[in-house]
């Protein structure tokens, strides 16, 4: 059953009863005033949304968005309550999917947590929590590596437990537990989860799960110092998100390609990656990766001794942060601008944005990111002769450096 059963009816419907999709949009048509086929447009036939509303047919995602629009509701009233129709819980789901893809992780939370909280097909299940899983998985996409664990664990052991054979899920699964891996930072252990990923995946040419994996390996290789290895999977996974039309993953692959070519003093080249993504992201009005790829602009051109151009760069970053949610982008654009004050001889405006970001870094559960600006800080440091400070300095980066993270299987017991 779609809806609850009403008093003095009967709770059971017949096959030509509309079911609560079709029974919200004829409400919301009504309310308006509109016609079939003012609603159908040039998109549909009156005659299919007319069988939409008596539930004897399922629009897809797509039509079910043009039809939220045209009703002025937002698609979240058509699927409430979707009770045991797999049709509708497949809407949610796909919509929940398509606002992570968008970077909605809120409202993707939100669509999954009501999916999981029906009783549901096993396979629908694991999907949903394999999506949440998703979201915190990525660490540098939603920074909740904890979460992921939890999520990721139970959708791996209802995979298993239900002895389903499923390639596109299984390289996915696989993915994930890489990543939780990665984010343990284990890399040896996640370039061989990737690995096996990847032979998963190439089975059934699953495109996205292919360049999330690609994008994997080569944090991974970096991670162990690998970079012609791992440039060589960023380039694989960039060509598959620029076929995919995926603005935002092509500009993480970008900024992690130039980060790369940066540490091996390949200045030009990863000015070039930096400025191709930032053009793109422009584009799309992107406000949470576009600052890190102008802070890579900044670095860039400050290796290029160009202090003028990575001052004017550093205060479009800083700019760009205050529109930012993510702390990674302020810990960069604050570490940067530290060293640009620096080569401008500017001491206290260095400091202060050195402490900035190592107080913003201690929010972030990320070692590796406190050493960074740690290094930088302790480099500055030294370059203006402090060196009682500076010893201290390098031995927090050191320490930092060397904490240990936590095994993967302990991402699952708690939240991020």
Not at 121 to 139: D, F, I, K, N
Not at 270 to 294: K, M, W, Y
Not at 379 to 400: I, S, T, W
Request: aromatic content about 6%; charged content about 25%; cysteine-free.
């Amino acid at each position: 059953m779609l809806t609850k059963g009403r008093p003095g009816r009967s709770s059971t419907a017949g096959p030509g009863a509309p079911g609560s999709l079709g029974q919200r949009i004829r409400l919301a048509r009504q309310e308006l005033g509109l016609s079939l086929t003012a609603v159908a447009g040039k998109d549909f036939s009156r005659a299919f949304l007319n069988q939409v509303e008596l539930g004897r047919s399922q629009p897809s995602t797509q039509t079910l968005r043009i039809i939220a629009q045209r009703l002025q509701r937002p698609i979240d009233y058509f699927l409430e309550e979707p009770g045991d129709s797999i049709a509708a819980l497949e809407l949610a789901l796909a919509e929940a999917e398509m606002s992570l893809l968008h970077g909605d992780a809120a409202r993707a939370e939100a669509l999954m947590t009501r999916v999981l909280a029906r009783t549901i097909p096993l396979e629908l299940r694991t999907r949903a929590q394999l999506a949440l899983g998703t979201m915190g998985s990525v660490h540098y996409l939603l920074r909740r590596a904890h979460s992921a664990g939890r999520w990721f664990e139970q959708a791996f052991e209802r995979y298993e437990s239900a002895g389903l054979n499923d390639p596109v899920l299984k390289a996915r699964i696989l993915g994930h537990r890489a990543n939780l891996h990665y984010v343990a930072g284990q890399p040896v252990e996640a370039i061989a989860a990737y690995e096996s990923a990847i032979a998963a995946a190439e089975q059934v040419l699953d495109m996205p799960a292919l360049a999330w994996i690609y994008e994997g390996l080569a944090l991974s290789f970096q991670q162990t110092g690998q970079y012609t290895r791992a440039l060589s999977y960023a380039q694989k996974g960039l060509r598959i998100f620029e076929t995919l039309r995926d603005v935002r993953m092509a500009g993480e692959l970008r900024l992690n390609m130039g980060e790369m070519l940066l540490q091996q003093g390949r200045v030009a080249e990863a000015e070039r990656l930096f400025t191709e993504g930032a053009e793109r992201l422009r584009r799309i009005d992107d406000r949470e990766l576009l600052p890190l790829l102008v802070v890579g602009m900044a670095e860039s051109a400050l290796e290029h001794d160009d202090a003028d151009r990575a001052s004017d760069l550093i205060e479009q970053a800083l700019d760009l942060t205050t529109r930012s949610s993510d702390p990674i982008a302020s810990v960069a654009v604050h570490r940067v601008a530290g060293r640009v004050a620096h080569a401008r001889g500017r001491r206290e405006t260095a400091h202060r944005h050195f402490e900035r970001a190592l107080e913003v870094a201690l929010t972030v559960d990320s070692p590796d990111l406190r050493a960074r600006v740690t290094y930088d800080y302790a480099r500055a440091l030294e370059a203006e002769g402090d060196a009682a400070q500076a010893a201290v300095r390098f031995r927090q980066a050191y320490e930092a450096g060397r904490a240990p993270r936590p095994a993967a299987s302990a991402l699952s017991e708690s939240e991020g």
